[in-house]
């Protein structure tokens, strides 16, 4: 196959001009690159089917090269443009790929995501079938486009038909919305989602928007000076020793506690904990779920530029004389661990919970006893979960209940309920898990008022709508993606130390919650007093009488 790539690129010998470069790869990339936006496209308009809505599709298309044309001879500059190119067909040969097999579409918190993950993660998701796809469409067509000489005329020539030529393209596509405005109007509307599908132009506008909102330096500023301790945390006769356990990728219909047909939470299920059905997530991956439900911002004002320039819960609960840790068996805290103790149990390398690839999430219990501290204490541990799409490495093989389970990142070439399996041993897996975590926490109960809390960061698709994973814009993301697990486990001296009405914490029970309850059910289940404490959203505020 080398020898042949060789030769083949030894018989290009073409010569364009830049401007013919552009609109010869613009073609190619709409052509080649769009199956699922045309795809989508065409579900979308052909319903019901008729000549307007043919010329809309028709209308849309060429929109697509249009645009795509303009942003390529932006950049049709000598030196830079054959640079640009390969980033380009790389770029979309990746983007097309997750897209045709996922079902995933690209935008800023995407890229913010994959930016902040680790190479277990990224090597997760790598395949053969992968690596085929993003040689012949990326590597192979980039060689190819590096044999290609352009010819450029003088400087201000040059200039003059980039001008003119951006401007036709831009007239036309002015023209085709124009055209066919109403049309245009409601497709945006209904189908926000299709526009984030435009290859490459979705990953180059959610690219250029990541790094500008990156390279904002920001000071971190507190968000109070008042964190204490109330009269009740002062007065009890043990320290606190609370966990709180930050799922990953767990979606709540899947929890057999909620009503799901398999009773995927059989240890779970004879704790006694207080469990909440209803529970939103701020977004729907790590990137940002994870740095929302630790701010005081709440969902409507969060921001990824807001949250990391004021500090958060764990700065709070540090303040009011708590000693904080954080494990991790994930990718990282996303920056909200910055300023306490952070631990990476992924470097423990313990035989008995690791294989090959990575640790499953019981080594976040390994050696913790000699991370305790002699007052007050909040530990939290940031699981691994069920990120997938590799769900059969999150487990180890005597937790393989359901079978046949999907054994490849490839879902594609699994039936549905073999990625089901699959997911739903994570699930269980996570169970054994947390009931370890509660029974850890029953032999320290002699030293310390133990809790827990366990709230996972967002949910995940298995092939519902032909979608898969996670990460939509949250305004269209499925349910499966945003409604996530969330329940609470004390002790019994801890609840009435604390004085904790749990019958009036099961009635209220069903009742709806988000991921912005966290920060003020946290400060006021620690007792901790402080101005950014909102009693109203303390879950638990009105079922403890101290």
Request: aromatic content about 10%; some cysteine; glycine content about 4%.
């Given at each position: 196959m080398n020898r042949q790539l060789h030769?083949?690129?030894?018989?290009?010998?073409?010569?364009?001009?830049?401007?013919?470069?552009?609109?010869?790869?613009?073609?190619i990339l709409a052509i080649f690159y769009n199956v699922s936006f045309f795809n989508a496209a065409f579900e979308a308009v052909i319903d019901p089917i008729g000549v307007r809505s043919v010329i809309f599709f028709i209308n849309i298309a060429v929109l697509l090269l249009l645009l795509t044309f303009i942003v390529i001879?932006?950049?049709?500059?000598?030196?830079?443009?054959?640079?640009?190119?390969?980033?380009?067909l790389i770029g979309a040969a990746c983007t097309n790929y997750f897209m045709n097999e996922y079902g995933i579409v690209i935008h800023r918190l995407m890229i913010q995501n994959l930016f902040e993950t680790d190479v277990s993660e990224i090597t997760s998701l790598v395949n053969a079938y992968m690596?085929?796809?993003?040689?012949?469409?990326?590597?192979?067509?980039?060689?190819?486009?590096?044999?290609?000489?352009?010819?450029?005329?003088?400087?201000?020539k040059e200039i003059w038909i980039k001008i003119k030529c951006i401007?036709?393209?831009?007239?036309?596509?002015?023209?085709?919305?124009?055209?066919?405005?109403m049309d245009y109007a409601s497709f945006f509307r209904k189908h926000k989602d299709i526009r984030q599908m435009a290859n490459p132009l979705n990953f180059i506008y959610a690219g250029i928007s990541y790094l500008l909102d990156s390279n904002q330096v920001t000071e971190v500023k507190p968000i109070e000076n008042d964190a204490v301790k109330n009269a009740t945390g002062k007065n009890q006769t043990k320290p606190v020793l609370f966990i709180l356990v930050v799922g990953e990728t767990a979606r709540a219909d899947h929890f057999g506690f909620n009503g799901y047909q398999r009773n995927t939470t059989p240890l779970l299920s004879n704790q006694n904990i207080v469990n909440f059905p209803d529970v939103n997530s701020c977004g729907t991956e790590t990137a940002v779920s994870v740095p929302c439900m630790f701010s005081s911002l709440g969902q409507n004002h969060y921001s990824g530029r807001k949250a990391k320039s004021q500090e958060g819960l764990l700065d709070v609960i540090s303040h009011a004389g708590f000693n904080v840790l954080w494990r991790d068996n994930n990718s990282s805290c996303k920056g909200v661990c910055d300023r306490v103790t952070y631990e990476n149990v992924q470097h423990f390398s313990v035989p008995e919970f690791c294989n090959d690839r990575e640790c499953f999430d019981e080594i976040l219990l390994h050696n913790l006893d000699h991370s305790l501290s002699a007052g007050d204490m909040l530990i939290v541990l940031h699981q691994k979960g069920s990120h997938g799409p590799d769900y059969f490495n999150r487990y180890p093989e005597n937790m393989n209940h359901y079978l046949p389970a999907c054994k490849t990142n490839l879902l594609q070439n699994c039936s549905t309920q073999e990625v089901i399996n699959a997911y739903d041993n994570t699930i269980r897996y996570t169970d054994y898990f947390l009931n370890k975590t509660i029974e850890w926490l029953k032999t320290k109960s002699d030293?310390?008022?133990?809790?827990?809390?366990?709230?996972?960061?967002?949910?995940?698709?298995?092939g519902e709508h032909h979608i898969f994973l996670h990460g939509m814009p949250y305004s269209i993301a499925p349910k499966e993606q945003k409604t996530v697990p969330f329940f609470m486990w004390f002790s019994p001296e801890y609840e009435i130390t604390n004085d904790i009405n749990r019958q009036c914490l099961m009635r209220i029970s069903d009742q709806h919650y988000s991921h912005d309850n966290l920060f003020h059910t946290l400060l006021g289940l620690l007792n901790i007093q402080t101005k950014v404490y909102n009693s109203n959203l303390d879950i638990t505020h009105k079922c403890r009488n101290n």
């Open positions: 030769r083949l690129l030894e018989k290009i010998n073409i010569e364009l001009g830049s401007m013919r470069l552009s609109l010869f790869v613009s073609l001879s932006l950049c049709s500059f000598p030196y830079i443009f054959k640079p640009f190119l390969v980033v380009i690596l085929i796809h993003i040689l012949l469409m990326g590597i192979v067509p980039s060689l190819m486009l590096l044999k290609i000489k352009i010819t450029y005329t003088s400087p201000a401007s036709i393209a831009f007239i036309l596509s002015i023209g085709l919305i124009l055209s066919m405005s030293t310390y008022n133990t809790a827990m809390i366990y709230l996972s960061d967002h949910g995940e698709s298995l």
